[in-house]
């Protein structure tokens, strides 16, 4: 029976391929041939086209199964049942994934069903930097933080670091944007009697068309948001046209997250840039208020594509902390434990030093207040 999965493994030797960064080349992690991306898309792309295939049937399996009423629609959608193209063994995973790895064998392991139609993503970044980059970024995302616990620094193991593909939606649109500001500006007179200020009043309208590339919002519920909303921007000047040969050796995930859903966070996104655009055109009055503002979006167009990211986990006093790496940049972002006595002692340090200099001014003030 054919393999609902394909392995990447070298044609020379038989060992597992990865894309690696540094390179920009699959590369065999036994004997080190390299391989360009489109070669390794020519060679595998017809047992991508089969595991598809097989894919399909053995959906169609689970729906006639489904109709005698042994399995509901939610467990159906919640597991799939993938064949390792190397070693045999059974994979079981949820209908988001799309790149994993054997637990059996270790290979790296695609599921082509996953990467056709709609759900087939139009971009890709690669990775640039390398698991060996995200520890060493790690430990300088530990530098100058006065308050970590020593303990946390001095014994910290990365416990788990994977690489992952995120999906991202990227919006195009061309915004008309208008806005209206009543502004006031005062003239003042000074007589030997008396201040005089004469307030006029304005009406500034304000108007301008704005091109959006690529405002990016996750389509992924398992990653946090605001995770990935801190290690932006990609530089989407290196995203390439996808093929699944830049995924091997690292996990990924199709969507979970509809356009259409994030659709009203990307539209708040652009005209709060376009309200932010026109307001700094209207300085220089001694006030100005806005009054109303439109935006309207045209030619709007969605790409769908896929992120680098690492995500790295530590354990400390039992609880895990995770930590996300822009696979691109090296920007990183993660929460920090705090020792609570460094954190006492850095408050207490400060209010000693505020009081201090309280006292030398009260005592100045006294000195002047006497010489006087």
Known sequence: MASTAVSYKCPSC?????????????????????FEADVIEQLFSKKEEEAA?????????WERRAESGEYSQDEIDAMRVFTCSSCGAELVADDNTMATECCYCGNPTMLPSRFTGDIRPDFI??????????????KEFYKGKDLLPDAFTANNRVEDIQGMFV???????????????????????????????????YRLDRSAT?????????GSNRMQDEYMDSIEPFNYDEMVPFSSQYM???LADKYDVTAESVEPRITQRIESTCCDMLSDTTSGWDSCEEENHFVIKENGTISYAMVPVWILTTRYQDKPYTFMMNGQTGKMVGALPTDEDKKSSFFRKDFLMAAA???????????????I
């Open 14 to 34: 038989d060992a597992p391929l990865a894309f690696t960064p540094k390179n920009g080349k699959v590369t065999c992690e036994y004997c080190g041939t390299e």
């Open 53 to 61: 295939k097989q894919q399909a049937a053995e959906d169609a399996k």
């Open 125 to 138: 970044i690669p990775f640039k930097l390398t698991k060996k980059d995200a520890v060493a970024k790690l």
């Open 167 to 201: 999906p991202f939606w990227l919006f195009d649109t061309t915004a008309n944007a208008s806005a209206v500001y009543n502004a006031t500006s005062d003239a003042v007179v000074t007589t030997s009697d008396e201040i005089i200020t004469t307030t006029s009043h």
């Open 210 to 218: 704005m091109a959006f590339e690529r405002v990016p919002a996750d």
């Open 248 to 250: 091997a050796g690292y």
């Open 357 to 371: 200099i309280s006292g030398v001014l009260i005592g100045s003030l006294a000195w002047m207040i006497g010489f």
